[in-house]
């Protein structure tokens, strides 16, 4: 009786199995595990590679098996391979337990596997692999920083405490010595309220205040000629009562001024211009000095190719006089002649300092030679005496032929200044 009902079990299993008809509805409960450990949880399913454990007790393990497949085919919208793979299953199954019909019987044993949510379930054919893909999940952006401009109030920024007001710009400033008196006139300075006035005796003395003035003109007394003196003016202005001074004119190491024999020294030189004459007696010819120096300077044009000689040299008081007036003559007026022509007593060539290279003409001007001249000409200790754009400062025109002898470390200080000599010792050029 028992062997009876024992075969018309398997028998009905078969049919059920056959037909593939598994009611959906019926509750069960599937785990999935990786197939490592499906192994230990269904005996013999070597082409399988998924379990199934149902907590109804008058299932068979064929049963469970089918429901599990049937439970994936429905999710899966299973292909012709899952049916296959099913029924693969199912006939592995259905020979187990009829090889095991001992094991059937006793309640199975529910047992949870851990489970990896991560990681996907494979179901593995022997043509077909299907894998579900992993759960993506975004990382968690980095939390944007607070705005805390509304909670914390900015600091307030101290303005920057205003600077003094500037001091008054240096200004340029010029010293006639007479033999009685020094007149010292300057440029007025923007904004000053006053100047103050200063002379030192000499290099190593200090500053002496000689008085303060508002006006740009001071008269000096007192002095005696033939002695060398410092003279500066400095600009002030008064703020809250105290007083802010500019930077000492430029001039201020300059002039020292001494008169011999009626000729005009400055800082040792020779002055000869429009305000410093020379006596009619005086001259005899190029000094020693300038001949030597202008030999040495036309040896230096040779060696650069070029060829330079002396076409106007020493002039006599007489000769100057001579010349002189046939311009007057000529141009019709003094003032038309004094642009370019010193008056007798008042030419340095009557000082036998001064030459006149190659050609005493405006078609010298930007020769080879003319911008030789200029670049090198106080490496030998000359000066171009009447540069251009400088003709309201000297009283002459632009002669890129004149040079002036001055000594080799005054032509150098004067080059390197770009100022010309009533410039660089606060001196005036102005027929009176």
Known sequence: MMIK????????????????????????????????????????????????????????????????TKKKTTKKTTTTTTTTTTTTTTTTTTTTAETTPETAAPEPVVTDPPMIETEPVIVTDATETATQPPVHTDPEPDPEPEDTSSVT??????????????????????????????????????????????????????????????????????????KNYIFTVKAYKLTDGKKLYSDRSRNCGFPYMTKKNGITYVDGLMIV??????????GWGLTADTQAAFNEMQAGARADGLSIWICSGFRSYSYQSTLYWNYVARDGSQWSADRYSARPGYSEHQSGYA????????????????????????????????????????????ESWHCRYVGKEKAKRLTESGLTIEEYYGLTSVYS
């Open 153 to 226: 109030e900015k600091k307030e920024e101290k303005p920057a405490p205003e600077p003094d007001p500037a001091a008054p710009p240096t200004t340029l400033f010029f010293v006639n010595t007479g033999e009685k008196e020094t007149v010292i006139t300057w440029d007025p300075s923007e904004g000053a309220d006053g100047y103050e006035v200063l002379m030192k005796k000499d290099k190593n003395s200090k500053w002496e205040l000689l008085g303060e003035t508002k006006k740009q003109t001071f008269t000096v007394t007192g002095i005696g000629l033939n």
């Open 273 to 282: 211009n429009k305000t410093y004459g020379l006596p009619s007696s005086y």
């Open 5 to 68: 009902r024992g075969c018309a079990a398997i028998a009905a299993a078969v049919m059920l199995t056959a037909c593939g008809s598994t009611d959906e509805n019926e509750p069960h409960i599937t785990t999935l595990s990786k197939p490592t450990e499906t192994a230990e949880a269904v005996t013999t399913a070597p082409a399988v590679t998924e379990a199934a454990v149902t907590t109804v007790p008058t299932t068979s393990a064929t049963t469970v098996t089918t429901s599990a």
């Open 355 to 398: 030459v006149d290279v190659n050609q005493a003409s405006r078609w010298f001007n930007g020769s080879p030679v003319a911008v030789w001249l200029e670049k090198n000409c106080w490496k030998y200790g000359f000066i171009i005496r009447y540069p251009y754009g400088k003709e309201d400062v000297t009283g002459y025109n632009y």
